[in-house]
């Protein structure tokens, strides 16, 4: 662009040239706002991973307690049906929570 044509356009010419500045800047290192997207996307799939860890050990206590108190307050003679119903009860939440985890991410 000519100096003429510069000030005849009222200083569009440094935003121009501002803008292409930057568009080589992003080219040759990459956006930092892409950067800190992946970095906040890794701390979040981490607590993620970390929260599952804990959800998974609290499942097993819960399921360990739930059948302790089934030999707790139920008659011997009862037992395993009460397990039983216990185990698919358990059995239809999971079901539940990933049925909707999968829409939601997969749209299934």
């Given at each position: 662009?000519?100096?003429?044509?510069?000030?005849?356009?009222?200083?569009?010419?440094?935003?121009?040239?501002?803008?292409?500045?930057?568009?080589?800047?992003?080219?040759?290192?990459g956006?930092?706002?892409?950067?800190?997207?992946?970095?906040?996307?890794?701390?979040?799939?981490?607590?993620?991973?970390?929260?599952?860890?804990?959800g998974?050990?609290?499942?097993?206590?819960?399921?360990?307690?739930?059948?302790?108190?089934?030999?707790?307050?139920?008659?011997d003679?009862?037992?395993?049906?009460?397990?039983?119903?216990?185990?698919?009860?358990?059995?239809?939440?999971?079901?539940?929570?990933?049925?909707?985890?999968?829409?939601?991410?997969?749209?299934?």
């Amino acid at each position: 662009m000519t100096n003429q044509t510069a000030t005849e356009s009222g200083g569009d010419a440094q935003t121009s040239e501002t803008s292409h500045e930057d568009t080589r800047d992003i080219e040759r290192t990459g956006s930092s706002v892409t950067r800190k997207g992946r970095v906040v996307e890794y701390v979040e799939l981490g607590a993620l991973a970390v929260l599952a860890l804990l959800g998974v050990v609290a499942v097993f206590g819960a399921y360990a307690s739930g059948l302790s108190a089934v030999d707790t307050w139920v008659a011997d003679e009862y037992r395993s049906v009460f397990r039983t119903v216990f185990n698919l009860v358990v059995l239809g939440v999971v079901g539940i929570g990933m049925s909707i985890l999968l829409r939601r991410r997969f749209g299934y």
